[in-house]
């Protein structure tokens, strides 16, 4: 299974990275919501980590988005749909694989928006910034799971598109606040330097739990919403 979900992965970066297009306005979305909110900066004006680490999470959610649509898109696209639901494996191969794929795009994507935000955001590393990565990680676990989950759903016929964000953005905001939080610490806050670790390792559980939340009812509810039933 987990042999065949790193090969459906492989063919399907393989597709888009051959392409490009599609990823490339993905990562121009993120960074031009990072930029158009530098323009609300005053000169000078310096931004607390928190409104920063906001901003790149932003940019990271509307690009991963773009991402699952892309992934669940080329088996429409080819036809090549109904040869997926009859290997000879669980479907949740299939889910397994674009979770694979997504993540590896995600984290693509987020090497060059963390550029950004210190370049945009006139943001400094903080000391810290082990806990801001270990979030990062947790929260795209998560994020992927439930995007390669509802992306099944989302894509394949016309208007349905819209529906990914519609219905993800929701499920994502407690995630999202934990995220926010964990990747402010890891940077240099001028006004308090102060740091809770206790905090840190609260939001760290609630990251680690989702991940197991989302990839739990991820590997039960595939099979169904794959089929369309």
Not at 55 to 78: D, G, H
Not at 80 to 107: E, N, Y
Not at 182 to 194: A, C, E, H, Y
């Amino acid at each position: 299974m987990i042999q065949t979900a790193f090969l459906l992965a492989k063919k399907d970066l393989t597709i888009i990275l051959s392409r490009s297009a599609g990823l490339c306005q993905a990562l121009l979305l993120g960074l031009l919501l990072i930029f158009l909110f530098s323009l609300s900066l005053q000169t000078g004006e310096v931004l607390s980590p928190h409104s920063a680490s906001t901003m790149f999470w932003l940019a990271s959610i509307f690009c991963q988005v773009l991402i699952f649509q892309m992934l669940y898109a080329i088996e429409e696209q080819n036809g090549a749909k109904a040869g997926l639901q009859t290997l000879p494996c669980p479907l949740q191969t299939v889910w397994l694989g674009k979770f694979t794929a997504g993540i590896f795009l995600l984290f693509v994507s987020q090497l060059i928006f963390i550029p950004a935000v210190f370049v945009f955001l006139a943001q400094h590393l903080g000391t810290h910034y082990f806990y801001s990565l270990l979030g990062i990680f947790l929260t795209d676990v998560g994020i992927c799971a439930c995007g390669s989950l509802l992306g099944a759903l989302c894509v394949g016929q016309s208007g349905k598109e819209s529906l990914l964000s519609i219905i993800l953005f929701p499920l994502l905001i407690p995630l999202l606040l934990s995220a926010i939080s964990l990747s402010s610490v890891g940077l240099l806050d001028l006004q308090n330097s102060f740091v809770d670790i206790t905090q840190i390792y609260q939001w760290l559980g609630i990251a680690l739990a989702f991940d197991c939340i989302f990839s739990a009812v991820g590997l039960i509810l595939f099979p169904y919403l794959y089929h369309g039933e």
